[in-house]
C-alpha cells in the first residue's frame, strides 16, 4: 500500500520561504514521477512541480521560486518554496505516478499518470 504524508505548510508572510515534505511508503520516491499539485480555494487543482530520473518540470507561475528535489536515504519528496506571495496560498498535495512510470508522461502537470495522492499540506501567504 502506498502512502503518502505532507508536512512543512504553515502561514508565512510575502517574501518569506517555505519548505515541504512529502514522506513516502511503500513506493520508492526516487525511481517514478513524483510532483507537487496545489488547490486554492474556489480553483480547479494546478501542477506546480514535477521529478523524475529524466529531469524536472515547473509551472510558469513558479519557476525561479520553487525546486523540486528528493532524498533517496529518506525516501522523502521536497517542495522549496522562495519569494511566496499571497498567490500561492493553497492546500498543497504531494502525487506518485503509476508504478514503473519512471517518467513523467506528457501532461504530467495536468495530473496525468498520476495514481496516489496524499492528503495536502495547507500554505497561506499573507500580504
Known amino acids: 500500500q502506498v502512502t503518502l504524508v505532507e508536512s512543512g505548510g504553515g502561514s508565512v508572510q510575502a517574501g518569506g520561504s517555505l519548505r515541504l515534505s512529502c514522506a513516502a511508503s511503500?513506493?520508492?520516491?526516487?525511481?517514478?514521477?513524483m510532483g507537487w499539485f496545489r488547490q486554492a480555494p474556489g480553483k480547479e487543482r494546478e501542477g506546480v512541480a514535477t521529478?523524475?530520473?529524466?529531469?524536472?518540470n515547473y509551472a510558469e507561475s513558479v519557476k525561479g521560486r520553487f525546486t523540486i528535489t528528493n532524498d533517496n536515504a529518506e525516501n522523502t519528496l521536497y517542495l522549496q518554496m522562495n519569494s511566496l506571495n499571497p498567490e500561492d496560498t493553497a492546500m498543497y498535495y504531494c502525487?506518485?505516478?503509476?508504478?514503473?512510470?519512471?517518467?513523467?508522461?506528457?501532461?504530467?502537470?495536468?495530473?496525468?499518470?498520476?495514481?496516489?495522492w496524499g492528503q495536502g499540506t495547507q500554505v497561506t501567504v499573507s500580504s
Open positions: 521529478l523524475s530520473l529524466y529531469g524536472t
Open positions: 502525487a506518485a505516478a503509476r508504478f514503473g512510470y519512471t517518467r513523467c508522461v506528457p501532461g504530467s502537470l495536468k495530473g496525468q499518470g498520476f495514481a496516489h
Open positions: 511503500g513506493y520508492t520516491v526516487s525511481e517514478n514521477c
